[in-house]
């Protein structure tokens, strides 16, 4: 396993390079299945979450290039309807491969999927939804089984806005013939990417980023085109990193339409944001806690992905700090390790912490949990007194790209070892 050695207290400036929407460029991928031509997809991220979507991607017959960040699929010969288990318990995002293979052969067996344990992430309301679109789905402890009974262009209203089960809809919809209407739908801005691409292929879909999402199906798809936008979950974690650390980077590109909520929590906290067009500048010199709690919720609220470094920064606030993320039970869970690093945290239940700030944070050797919380690990070490070892740095690739040499470049003292 792979690990980030860290040596903290060193000040963040110059500029960084957002990367893609890691959460939009998945469900790109999956709804190329639906095409019977060539898509093309650009400004790819380097991630491993990618790497293992296009090995799937090949496994159901898929030919797939990748170069200079683009990916080109030539989903024209699907041969194989059964994700690989290994591949499938190593990404959550093999769900979104329910929706197209359904749509496009009319059956799939789909694993359980893997991913990040952040909490419960069942797939009810994916088979609720697709079950009123006329598909039939039954399940065993390893596995679900799919299949198409009759297409229906119906109106669907979830029962919850989930993000992959809105994603998985779109797919199925653009393949069944005549309008469908998705309502609770989620509006994250990678619906908007998904909605793009699957236009390019010939869809009609009006109402993407709202809770109302009209699709008008074809019987057939021809190969779309669509550049991935930039992240603003990374865009959040590095304008946290340059707080935390006193520093003064610019952020960019970045679409700020996608930031607002965002831009309005880290400016409670006192944070400097100076937004020009598609860059963000901050250069913070202190940081006060809020007077009122930090909620995660469903978009356009404060989102779920940038809870983990956000509980970092109230390390460094004055004042305490009531962190709530309602949507995962176990979000909070990594906080231990903050703790350890001398952290003066209070876990109230699963889904909420109280900060006290300000505390000085020293190294410690920890593993990353998760995607996120592993990110926020490295802020955590980027800001501690002496050495810090991250464990298991492949979670944290798998949605941050470079991130060691690209915190390098501004200034942190952090390499990469397989030792």
């Not at 979450?49 to 030919?63: F, S």
């Not at 390390?315 to 962190?323: F, I, K, P, S």
């Amino acid at each position: 396993m792979a690990k980030f050695i860290i040596n903290g207290r060193n000040r963040l400036e110059g500029k960084i390079k957002v990367a893609a929407n890691k959460n939009a460029v998945l469900p790109v991928m999956a709804a190329t299945l639906l095409c019977e031509g060539t898509s093309i997809i650009h400004n790819v991220p380097e991630i491993k979450d990618v790497e293992v979507m296009v090995n799937i991607l090949r496994k159901l017959g898929a030919k797939v290039t990748l170069s200079e960040r683009t990916l080109t699929v030539d989903s024209s010969n699907i041969t194989n309807l059964e994700i690989p288990r290994d591949l499938a318990q190593r990404l959550r995002a093999s769900v979104l491969l329910l929706g197209p293979l359904l749509a496009r052969a009319g059956e799939v067996k789909l694993p359980h999927p893997g991913g990040d344990v952040i909490g419960r992430r069942g797939i009810f309301t994916h088979i609720s939804a697709l079950t009123k679109l006329g598909v039939q789905i039954t399940q065993d402890d390893l596995m679900y089984y799919g299949k198409v009974i009759q297409k229906n262009a119906v109106k669907v209203f979830l029962d919850e806005p989930s993000v992959t089960g809105t994603e998985n809809v779109m797919m199925y919809a653009a393949l069944t013939d005549g309008e469908t209407v998705i309502e609770n739908a989620a509006a994250e801005p990678h619906i908007v990417d998904l909605s793009r691409f699957l236009a390019s292929a010939g869809v009609t879909i009006e109402g993407a980023g709202t809770s109302r999402i009209r699709i008008i199906g074809k019987k057939s798809l021809k190969g779309g085109e669509y550049t991935i936008s930039p992240d603003p979950i990374e865009a959040g974690t590095f304008a946290i990193a340059s707080a935390v650390t006193k520093g003064d980077l610019e952020i960019g590109p970045i679409v700020q339409d996608d930031m607002q909520m965002i831009k309005i929590v880290l400016e409670r906290f006192g944070v400097n944001l100076k937004f020009d067009k598609d860059k963000l500048r901050v250069n913070s010199k202190e940081i006060t806690a809020p007077l009122r709690p930090v909620q995660a919720m469903v978009w356009p609220g404060f989102p779920t992905d940038l809870m983990s470094p956000l509980i970092v920064l109230a390390t460094q606030a004055e004042r305490q700090t009531l962190c709530h993320d309602p949507l995962y039970e176990s979000r909070m869970f990594f906080v231990d390790k903050l703790i350890r690093m001398g952290a003066h945290i209070t876990i109230c239940d699963p889904h909420r912490v109280i900060v006290y700030g300000k505390s000085n944070l020293y190294g410690r050797e920890l593993a990353s949990p998760d995607i996120r919380a592993g990110m926020a690990l490295v802020l955590a070490a980027l800001i501690a007194e002496g050495k810090s070892v991250i464990d298991q740095a492949e979670i944290v690739e798998r949605g941050y790209e470079n991130i060691d040499k690209r915190l390098r470049i501004i200034g942190a003292d952090i390499k990469r070892s397989n030792d």
